[in-house]
């Protein structure tokens, strides 16, 4: 008779001895037996997988970068101008010819300063370009009597033209203009795109927000409006706000340019206030700095003046002015819009640094809505003073450190006696 083993089957005989039966463990399990578990190729098939999603959302994340980027500058502009298109739709004008009229304001004025600017910078260039043969003779002359050489404008001419490094130069011109046509035709498709984007969330901020609301409870669909409301009201005061500042400051400018009789006044002046105002941290120094260059060409000592008054008026537009135009739509402190903007320039670059004041500010407002604060109590620390009898002072504190070095006798404070032993030290005081 055959051997049989515990499970009452038969076992198989080997040269080697007895083999144990081939079919499944006592149980039902897997994996006993060396075979793999039935969970293991789900689980690694569930694990590829999110390894293939998580890949492809950030290829897909990096490759739409540029758009989510151009439709947060869109969906800010939005909020800017979404106060004067609710002003207008109120009056009964339908919203999207609202948004459409406040679109075609801002593109003219947009255009009227391109335009401007660009006639300055072109009747600049065109005038360094006529005055390049005299300026070239002045510095001739003055190499040729100071160092006793004989140069030629016309040999010198000649030089840079048979140069290699001018022939090199115009090649690698010639070839970067087609980069340069490039990136001026990408910058346009941005505008435009941006420019869509911020048509339809201005015209379409109801139904946006109905849309929004409709995925969400009752409780939070008033969150959400309450916290759409505030961005619109410190997003649109900042732009408003500024825009006020720009006019005083560029009204206050083109007075100075105008009484020194420094030529395209109006639309330096211009330039100062937009500049100043839209570009953070560093748009004073870059305003004050065209205004003083072309002052200089007129008279050096009026560059001067430009400066003096630069540097005036921002104090004053600092300390008095601001406050009082931003108190009630974006007062954060200078410290925190410093920071904002760093952030927002490591973030997002040039348009971090221009959205990253209004951001803080919506996020500033958020916070104060919805955090709960107390009354601060009149202890004096708060205001950084000690209590008087509280502790010692600075001077009497290091009296005490000196008196207590080692090998130091200490001095009897008048009115204290010897201090009495605590009682059961072994000695009773005499």
Not at 165 to 187: E, M, P
Not at 268 to 277: D, F, H, P, R, T
């Amino acid at each position: 008779m055959a051997p049989t083993d515990e499970t009452g089957q038969a076992a198989q005989q080997s040269p080697f001895g007895t083999t144990p039966p081939t079919g499944p463990p006592v149980g039902g399990t897997t994996g006993t037996n060396g075979r793999m578990p039935r969970w293991l190729p789900r689980a690694m098939v569930l694990a590829l997988a999110l390894v293939a999603v998580f890949q492809l959302g950030s290829w897909a994340f990096h490759q739409l970068t540029g758009l989510l980027i151009n439709v947060l500058i869109a969906f800010f502009l939005a909020l800017a101008i979404e106060p004067a298109v609710s002003w207008m739709a109120s009056r009964g004008m339908r919203r999207g010819l609202a948004t459409f009229v406040v679109f075609i304001g801002v593109m003219i004025v947009a255009a009227g300063f391109v335009t401007l600017l660009g006639s300055i910078l072109a009747d600049q260039i065109i005038k360094m370009i006529e005055g390049f043969p005299e300026y070239l003779d002045s510095v001739i002359n003055w190499i040729n009597t100071h160092f006793k050489t004989d140069l030629k404008r016309v040999d010198i001419q000649e030089g840079l033209l048979r140069s290699d490094w001018l022939r090199n130069y115009v090649q690698n011109s010639a070839t970067g203009v087609l980069d340069v046509s490039a990136q001026v035709i990408g910058g346009l498709f941005q505008l435009l795109t941006i420019a869509l984007f911020s048509f339809y969330f201005a015209a379409d901020g109801p139904r946006l927000r109905r849309a929004l609301c409709s995925v969400l409870p009752p409780a939070r669909q008033a969150e959400v409006l309450r916290a759409w409301e505030i961005a619109v009201n410190k997003t649109g005061g900042y732009i408003y706000s500024r825009g006020l500042m720009a006019l005083i400051s560029g009204i206050a400018h083109f007075v100075l340019l105008q009484v020194l009789d420094v030529p395209y006044a109006p639309v330096l002046a211009v330039w100062v206030g937009l500049v100043s105002q839209f570009i953070p941290t560093i748009g004073t120094y870059l305003a004050g700095a065209l205004p003083m260059l072309i002052a200089f060409t007129v008279n050096p000592w009026y560059a001067l003046w430009v400066l003096i008054f630069v540097v005036i008026y921002q104090q004053f537009e600092n300390y008095v002015l601001q406050p009082k135009l931003t108190s009630k739509t974006v007062d954060i402190h200078p410290a925190v819009a410093f920071g904002s903007v760093i952030a927002g320039t490591a973030l997002l670059g040039a348009v971090g640094a221009l959205i990253a004041i209004p951001a803080i500010a919506t996020l500033q407002a958020f916070l104060g809505a919805y955090v709960k604060r107390y009354d601060v109590t009149d202890d004096p620390r708060v205001h950084g003073h000690h209590r008087r009898g509280e502790g010692p002072g600075v001077i009497t504190r290091a009296r005490l450190l000196w008196a207590r070095r080692p090998g130091a006798e200490r001095p009897e404070t008048p009115g204290s006696g010897e201090r009495p032993e605590a009682p059961g030290s072994g000695e009773s005081p005499s």
